[in-house]
């Protein structure tokens, strides 16, 4: 069955009958999809297939958020949401491994073995070697077949009940394959998310201003950690298993058996599992798996040897927490070490200061690596990192010598400088006061939201900084914003460099200006790409409202701001006569701002500082001038106070401030900050004052926090 739930119309071509047709139809072929995915484990459609249905779900649903239910897929997908995770006791508890590092632990292990069993020197000790997955241990128990509860190791004797987003991975099989299943079972193994997974889901979180993870355990454990299962479900987890807990009957007597029986369960199990026989296959097993470490598509960080027969297993038991049948044999960190020849600094869309260190290049695990980010100022200075990354205390100069490592195998990092080796003349690295643009603006320490010095520093240039105004060009036309086909990141950086785009509202000029420029002229142009590109342009000339304020790129104010925003004023016209009451500090054009759900100082400062900014607001106006702006529908509320403007003052029993601005939001109203003719309705409590004084004067109707919550129940 191939995608088919969706027409070829643009999303911003949509009426909104076509728009609500869609929505249904493909919340069917989702839904049809997920049932296959999850219930019965087998697709028919491709992963990237399945992103494009719920992609254009999203979109249409943004575009059109009346039209969201509460039957709504972005509301319901999979298993119910999870509350707070609630504890389960491992029937067995989930124990560690004890590490071997050197050859002579392995040595030492195998002999322990042999002492403990009381083997002979020529009896043979069967050992499973299987690579250690980096991710997280996970304890599924079945109860006769059926999946009934996922946990997490936790401290070992109690873990989080993680069922419903388990449920959710594909190699985690909701009913065990094959016949004579014992009563009770419990299949533990790794959950991880391959390398590719872990730098595509960064790139996505890095789009959408999220949290970026350090690596793929922390991206697995960050994903399985979710309240809302369908994150889990958006998230590529894998799972193999390899070990197990309460067993009713053990289906089989040695542990390769085992990893055999889990197989035709329907497990994936590790592949390069091997049977050893000797101390010297294990320590060949470790080289190669080390070999081939950096080209697995999953972290490993070492291989674990298992004795294979279980009732030797059983013999040999426990010391303290961790089996005397097993160890783990690490690898080293991958490790290299090289030099600093310089800190090249580049200037994000917001004017932040990146200081990136130029590297000899080096091998990193089967990588060359050249650039290695700097984070900011503080960290080369070696404050504030808190010894998470680099080691506490040290500085990087250039000319130093660095120890670098690959986090999780992928994201490249200083881990420490190697002072001996530390150039007599190096000084402590100086970051530039000025910006590296061509204006050499003075930089700043950004602010923090609570008002404290940050570790960033800032190009103040803003909008007359170019490399600011490429970037903001790039966010301009990118997918999320204007979407213009044909107008990538390298055709703004040529357009900006030859002066034919400067700001947004040139891109809309450029097919009348083309006369002098000649587009097709230029190599790698044609007159159907040029066509194509005007074309593009063109169809763009209308846009969305969430759309095009999002396109502004006013810091803070990422897509779901926008959206905020454009349902709070519904049309361009009260939206920017807000923001210019907002930059002058009206007080009840911020109250309003600040009324509306999801808004708050930040965005309203970042607001004020954008609009208040003469530069910008001549930006806006030549754009203005050439595309037409959509309103997007203000939220139609059939509620007692919809439409109505409402002022709470005095204290609040029940409720926060922010809680009942927000309820007044989601019912249609608006929450404002001050009494005036406008003020329909007045919710005081003890202590009100003026407030209430200007509403009786008014002739204002005043409830109290009970008769308010009575008429909008
Ligand atoms: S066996 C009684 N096998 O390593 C110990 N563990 O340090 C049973 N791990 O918490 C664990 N790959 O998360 C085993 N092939 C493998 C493993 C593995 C990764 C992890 C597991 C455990 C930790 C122990």
Redesign the pocket.
Same mark, same amino acid.
């Given at each position: 069955m191939a995608a088919r739930g969706y027409s070829k119309i643009q999303v911003s071509d949509l009426a909104e009958f076509e728009a609500k047709a869609e929505l249904k139809r493909l919340a069917a072929e989702i839904a049809e999809n997920d049932r296959l995915y999850y219930q019965e484990d087998r697709p028919h459609i491709t992963d990237a297939e399945y992103d494009a249905l719920r992609q254009r779900y999203n979109a249409i649903e943004a575009r059109f958020p009346d039209l969201r239910t509460l039957e709504s897929l972005s509301l319901k997908v999979g298993a119910a949401p999870t509350g707070r995770f609630r504890k389960v006791r491992h029937a067995v508890p989930?124990?560690?491994?004890d590490?071997a590092m050197t050859e002579q632990d392995v040595i030492d292990f195998a002999a322990r073995i042999r002492r403990f069993l009381k083997l002979g020197e020529d009896e043979r000790i069967t050992v499973s070697a299987?690579?250690?997955?980096?991710?997280?241990?996970m304890s599924l128990r079945y109860e006769d077949g059926e999946l009934v509860t996922a946990a997490t @190791?936790g401290d070992g004797s109690e873990g989080e009940d993680v069922t419903a987003n388990i449920r959710t991975l594909k190699d985690v099989p909701q009913k065990l394959g094959g016949r004579n299943l014992p009563k009770i079972a419990e299949v @533990?193994?790794?959950v991880y998310m391959t390398k590719a997974a872990f730098l595509a889901l960064n790139e996505r979180q890095k789009a959408a201003g999220e949290q970026v993870f350090a690596n793929p355990r922390n991206s697995a454990a960050g994903s399985l950690r979710q309240k809302d299962p369908s994150i889990t479900a958006s998230r590529p987890l894998g799972f193999?298993a390899?070990?197990w807990g309460e067993m009713s009957e053990m289906p089989a007597d040695t542990q390769h058996g085992m990893i055999k029986w889990f197989e035709h369960c329907g497990f994936k199990t590790?592949p390069l599992t091997k049977l050893c026989h000797s101390v010297e296959e294990l320590l060949a097993f470790h080289r190669h798996i080390e070999e081939r470490r950096a080209g697995l598509d999953y972290d490993?960080d070492g291989v674990?040897y298992?004795v294979d027969r279980l009732d030797w297993q059983e013999r040999l038991g426990f010391v303290s927490r961790?089996?005397r049948w097993?160890v783990?044999h690490k690898f080293p960190a991958e490790r290299a070490t090289t030099k600093v020849r310089g800190v090249l600094i580049t200037v994000g869309r917001t004017g932040v200061l990146t200081p990136t260190a130029q590297l000899e290049p080096v091998g990193v695990g089967g990588v060359i690596v050249q650039n290695v980010t700097l984070h900011n100022e503080d960290y080369i200075k070696g404050i504030g990192n808190k010894g998470e990354v680099l080691r506490e205390g040290r500085d990087i100069r250039i000319g130093d010598t660095v120890i670098v490592q690959r986090a999780g195998d992928v994201i490249p990092q200083i881990v420490d400088v190697v002072i001996d080796k530390r150039p007599k003349d190096a000084k402590p690295y100086q970051f530039p006061k000025k910006c590296p643009c061509p204006l050499h603006t003075d930089v700043v320490r950004e602010e923090t939201a609570t008002g404290e010095e940050g570790a960033r520093r800032r190009c103040t240039g803003e909008f007359a900084c170019p490399y600011q105004k490429i970037e903001h060009l790039k966010q301009f036309a990118s997918r999320r914003a204007f979407d213009i086909d044909g107008l990538g990141e390298k055709q703004i950086e040529y357009f900006f460099e030859q002066g034919w785009v400067k700001e947004p509202a040139d891109i809309f000029t450029l097919s009348a200006r083309n006369r002098t420029i000649k587009l097709e002229d230029i190599e790698g142009y044609g007159a159907t790409s040029v066509r194509n590109l005007f074309n593009a342009i063109e169809a763009r000339r209308e846009i969305a409202l969430d759309r095009f304020i999002f396109a502004l790129g006013i810091r803070h104010v990422g897509e779901t701001t926008a959206l905020a925003l454009a349902r709070g004023y519904g049309s361009w016209d009260a939206f920017h006569e807000a923001c210019l009451e907002v930059a002058k500090g009206d007080a009840e054009a911020v109250a309003e701002m600040d009324a509306l759900d999801q808004i708050g100082d930040t965005v309203i400062q970042e607001v004020a500082a954008f609009f208040g900014e003469g530069h910008n607001r001549g930006i806006v106006e030549r754009l203005t001038k050439e595309v037409r702006i959509l309103d997007v529908e203000k939220p139609k509320k059939d509620t007692a106070v919809a439409g109505k403007t409402v002022v709470f003052t005095g204290s609040l029993e029940k409720m926060t401030r922010d809680e009942a601005k927000a309820m007044a939001e989601r019912l249609g109203a608006k929450a404002a900050g001050s009494v005036s003719k406008k003020t329909d309705l007045v919710v005081a409590g003890p202590g009100a004052g003026s407030k209430l004084a200007e509403a009786k004067k008014l002739g204002i109707t005043v409830l109290s926090e009970d008769e308010w919550l009575k008429l909008v129940e």
């Open positions: 989930m124990l560690s491994l590490n299987e690579p250690k997955i980096d991710g997280l241990s @190791r @533990r193994g790794e193999f390899y070990a590790n490993i674990v298992k961790s089996p097993a783990a």
